[in-house]
């Protein structure tokens, strides 16, 4: 595999919002042993981590509004 054919699949690894999509793909792209993507897979579960933690805020925070809505 050419370097920016792995660069490009390395990014994938950033692209999902589940932590089992997160784990999988870090899982399959590091037994790949891509070589230059070691920060890209880094920053792809940082930007996953990050879509995660707003999701579950925002879903808290939607349950609460609606709660609150609904007892009016």
Known sequence: MDPSTAVGLAQVSGAFCDTKLRDDSQKFL???ELPGTERILQNGKEQVNACIEL???Q???LAEY???EASR
């Open 30 to 32: 590091q037994t790949r």
């Open 59 to 61: 879903t808290r925070n």
């Open 55 to 57: 999701r579950t805020m």
């Open 66 to 68: 609606l709660g609150k």
